[in-house]
């Protein structure tokens, strides 16, 4: 009788507890992340929620927030004298290891760096389990000279590789990289409290009048990039000094390039003059001259050796069809199998940049490549699809190229766009006419294409040799 009545008081005793918890504001501060507990009350939950990127854990039951700087200091206010419990964990200093001295005390130390270039390194003595995790995360990367991992920086990677350290029964430390650029850097949700977002009806408005997804994620970050530089003030009450203000402050301390300038303009004037419906007017912002550059242009040669170089079949057919039809990445990933015409030898671009539909050349060397890939990939919808389906990635298709040039030992600094570069330069080369290469590659203007091409033919002399058809450039 006497020990039922005892596990009975513990029960209840352990009961007691658990409500009392419940009752309690418990805050625990780690280096990224706040954990706050505490009772359900309509009023503190919004407040909370209004904190950005904060998040209810279903498992644990408490909020987790992150530990942005102001982020504590605005919750201990407005909290204070509720607060039952506040741990505040300590993070050791330590600086980034030089060449000239051991990087890890020992080989159970794990440091993570995030440099500069928002990749985050990490330096450990060697583990094959953890090596094993970190090839697991896309764009890993082995540096030979300098003895450490890389992957690209997120919240997400980090708290992965976090979590496989402690599995291991590793410790580590974290540190971030100082930038030694004098320049300003642009705001992000790291710096201010209650970042502000892109307003609803301003992508709204966008989708509205079927504006590009592209054109939508660089109004959108255009905008953000606008708003939270007078983060200090609410959107209705920017006038234009506070425009010219930013826009300044993109050139003179930021020294972005002219082409991000113009977006910038374009994004505020669409908010105030098509989202707000306001009358279009000058907002005495000059606007930047643009620069003239030349276009990077591969030679003959060039693309002789990428694609005798090149032996996965898929990466072949993509990059000969962007080379030989002069197609922007964007274009040839949306690709339908209806667009491949081989009766006319041509492909049809559908509602390309500018909602334009154009036809472009089918070469019969591709027509044969792309024939072999069909036969080995089947694709259903799109010509060239993901892993999962739809379309290909981008990213895949700049990063085999980059691998591609890399290897065939070209030097020059190319990208995708390059090839269809060189497609207009090498037609204009060969006597094309200009305004028919400008209808191929879809430009309304012909300044477009004389500044893609022309300027090129200045550079080489009359005497060179004439291209060759693209049938002939694979052997």
Known sequence: MKEELKTENNV???????????????????????????????????????????????????WVIPNYPGNLDLIKTYFSGRINQLIEHQVDKIEIPTFDSPILKN???VLLVKSA???LR?????????????????????????????????????????????ELSLSYSFIEEVVTNNLAQRITPLEIVNYKTTPENFILKLRELRYSHNTEKTYKGAFEDFINFHHTKDLDKLNENDIQSFLRHLVMERNVSTSYQNQAINAVKFYYERVLGGTRKTYFIDRPKKEKTLPVVLSEEDIVKIFKSMTNLKHKAILMVIYSAGLRISECINLRLKDIDSAR??????????????????????????????????????????????????????????ETVKRVGITKKVTVHSLRHSFATHLLENGTNLRYIQSLLGHSSSKTTDHEVASKINIYTRNHQRIRSIDKSDG
């Open 345 to 402: 030898m041509q492909i049809r671009i559908e509602q390309s940049k500018g909602k334009k539909d154009r036809y472009t050349l089918l070469s019969s060397k591709t027509l044969d490549v792309l024939r072999l890939y069909f036969k080995a990939y089947k694709p259903k919808e799109f010509l060239f699809e993901g892993q999962y389906g739809g379309t290909y990635s981008t990213t895949s298709i700049q990063t085999f190229f980059r």
């Open 122 to 166: 990490i330096i450990f003595g060697f583990n094959r389990e953890l090596m094993q995790a970190i090839k697991k995360i896309a764009y890993h990367n082995w540096d030979g000279k300098n003895k450490w991992w890389s992957i690209p920086y997120s919240i997400q990677f980090q708290e992965l590789i976090q979590s496989k350290i402690n």
């Open 12 to 62: 209840n005793q352990f009961v007691t507890n658990i409500k009392s918890n419940y009752n309690e504001i418990k805050i625990e501060v780690f280096e990224r992340r706040i954990f706050l507990k505490l009772p359900k009350n309509e009023k503190d939950i919004k407040f909370i929620r209004n904190i950005t990127y904060s998040k209810w854990d279903s498992v644990w039951f408490h």
């Open 117 to 119: 270039s928002n990749r």
């Open 107 to 109: 080989k159970n130390e």
